[in-house]
């Protein structure tokens, strides 16, 4: 053991990994941008593997209780995320599992349309319908094991991604931690899906941590589901008495001691109650623990004030607490472009576009309703056999505020397990992959593209 002035620290003993399993493709990280990744890979043709921590897929979208997929569409009549990210509405759909637009109401500025559609957060932005849809995540965990293994992906749950295994600076495998001891999978590339960056921080690929204090993606949550309550009911008071039902909502907040707001689900009687902890770290476990422990106990604190003050809430109760704390921002890739707050502004175009973006914050121009997602922002610029997938995507704090939500990982997810198999195909490094043979699978898979 040494010993310093501050702390304290133990030499581990080197020790001989078993490689357990080996395949041409590896994701690491089973939420949306894993999951884009990983089915993209293995039906273009590669043998996949997919690890994930938790004993369901989804991430955010199922264990963290962020049951809203927004922002797919920029209010013209036309869809701007699609492919694997519509399959998950498409396979909840038939589940009755998602509610949300139909897509010849896109873009619809209809009275009754909108009135509607007002009801629901999101989908509703400058007077027209947008495509955002809310799920159920137990229907959606299901939807998402089929969707996985009918793609052929290997699957390993309870599994946790702790290192990435690299070589003369380039990307072999992971190595991961589960019930079954300490393991290594190899590959011949590597998709970080871990949202944080977990292992292009661990092969030292060079990566941004600052964060905007006043951006949401600085800010944590441990969301939670109330039962037996009426959500029209709840809807109609906020239309009927706009400014007392705003006054009790900042009450709600105050109470909490963070902001609180409820919102919708696919069922009338169940609404999800969303918030947004601030000053605490994601990368930082003592404060991970404190924000489930604060969040928890400001649930209960107030429920009894929605029970008494909001209607439609009389008679509700705590359904469920999101399984697993809601991060929305740590490190992100320093790729081989990085995206930036000037990009969501001025709307430029890339020949190696990958994904486009709708988006509907302030910083952005009415000239320019959407963004082109270049491949080399999921490129990282050193190490070879490596790419990143999901929220942890080459950004600065205001571009990945606005980009890091669920659509948008799948779709980069996505590109990346697309751009994988292809570079296992052809025997190149991910850098080399030919960007019209990535295009032109992106699209044959649904992927709406220039």
Not at 30 to 39: D, K, L
Not at 112 to 140: C, M, N, Q
């Amino acid at each position: 053991m040494q010993n310093s002035a501050k702390e304290k620290m133990i030499v581990e003993p080197a020790s001989m990994v078993k490689v357990c399993a080996e395949a041409e493709v590896v994701v690491v990280g089973g939420g949306p941008g894993g999951i884009g990744a990983a089915v993209a890979a293995a039906r273009s043709g590669a043998k996949t593997i997919l690890v994930e921590r938790y004993g369901h897929l989804g991430g955010m979208a199922t264990g963290g209780l962020v049951i809203l997929i927004p922002h797919m569409s920029d209010g013209s009549r036309h869809q701007q995320i699609g492919g694997i990210c519509q399959e998950w509405l498409d396979r909840l759909n038939t589940l009755g599992g998602a509610v949300g637009p139909k897509p010849e109401d896109l873009g619809s500025s209809d009275k009754a349309l909108v009135a509607h559609w007002r009801r629901y957060f999101s989908a509703v932005v400058d007077g027209t319908v947008r495509l955002s849809v809310y799920v159920d995540p137990e229907l959606l965990k299901c939807a998402l094991n089929d969707l996985v293994t009918e793609a052929g992906v290997k699957l390993y749950l309870h599994s946790w991604g702790c290192r990435a295994i690299v070589e003369n600076g380039c990307a072999k495998g992971v190595i991961f931690e589960s019930k079954s001891g300490r393991q290594a999978i190899l590959g011949q590339v590597l998709i970080d899906a871990t949202g944080d960056g977990d292992l292009f921080a661990s092969a030292g690929v060079e990566f941004d941590g600052t964060l905007d204090r006043s951006l949401r993606s600085s800010q944590l949550a441990l969301v939670f589901r109330l039962g037996n309550v009426d959500f029209d009911k709840f809807a109609d008071f906020k239309v009927r008495e706009p400014e007392k039902s705003s006054a009790l909502l900042q009450e709600l907040s105050q109470l909490a001691g963070f902001r609180m707001s409820p919102h919708p689900t696919p069922r009338n009687d169940v609404m999800w109650v969303n918030d947004w902890l601030i000053g605490y770290d994601v990368l930082n476990v003592e404060d991970l623990t404190q924000v489930e422990l604060t969040a928890r106990t400001a649930m209960l604190r107030v429920l009894p004030f929605l029970q008494k003050n909001v209607p439609g809430f009389e008679n509700g109760f705590v359904l469920d607490t999101a399984s697993q704390i809601g991060t929305r921002g740590s490190r992100r890739l320093m790729g081989e472009y990085i995206i930036t707050g000037q990009d969501l502004r001025t709307g430029p175009t890339h020949p190696d576009t990958i994904a486009i973006f709708p988006s509907i914050t302030h910083n952005t121009s009415p000239e320019h309703p959407h963004v082109h997602v270049p491949y080399r922002a999921i490129l990282p610029r050193k190490i070879e056999g490596f790419l990143a997938a999901g929220r942890s995507f080459s950004s600065d704090p205001v571009a990945n505020n606005t980009f890091n939500l669920i659509p948008h990982c799948v779709a980069l997810g996505q590109a990346a397990g697309t751009a994988a198999a292809l570079a296992v195909k052809n025997h190149v490094q991910p850098r080399q992959v030919n960007i019209v043979a990535l295009q032109d699978c992106l699209r044959a898979q649904g992927v709406p593209l220039p």
